[in-house]
Nanobody, 129 residues
Framework: QVQLVESGGGLVQAGGSLRLSCAAS????????MGWFRQAPGKEREFVAA????????YYADSVKGRFTISRDNAKNTVYLQMNSLKPEDTAVYYC??????????????????????WGQGTQVTVSS
């Protein structure tokens, strides 16, 4: 049973930083795609960042590029999202997600929430102005 548990959310002023963690358990995650998504009130869940567990490629939404960084600690089976220069529009519930490796994938599959197999419960991030 795969489990993803997010932590690290909270209230921060605009311009501040937070680091979210996603602790993964239940299997080996090599070759999994790990993604971060967010959902603001009244809006659809949107892609934030993703990376292959065993690789170096990372992907970011244009809105967070240059401010957010996705990384992982293999020894701890944990994925991180470092968020700097936070803005009020970053306020949302942030979700960690995992996608099994498949033989094929569509272009930009990593940004499509329907492609992911497992989800965490989410952690709230609130940025005050």
């Amino acid at each position: 049973q795969v489990q993803l548990v997010e932590s690290g959310g909270g209230l921060v002023q605009a311009g501040g930083s937070l680091r979210l963690s996603c602790a993964a358990s239940g299997r080996t995650f090599n070759s999994y795609t790990m993604g971060w998504f967010r959902q603001a009130p009244g809006k659809e869940r949107e892609f934030v960042a993703a990376g292959i567990w065993s690789g170096s490629a990372t992907y970011y939404a244009d809105s967070v590029k240059g401010r957010f960084t996705i990384s992982r600690d293999n020894a701890k089976n944990t994925v991180y999202l470092q968020m700097n220069s936070l803005k009020p529009e970053d306020t949302a519930v942030y979700y960690c997600a995992a996608r099994r490796p498949y033989d094929s994938a569509s272009s930009r599959y990593y940004s499509n929430k329907a492609e992911y197999d497992y989800w965490g419960q989410g952690t709230q991030v609130t940025v005050s102005s």
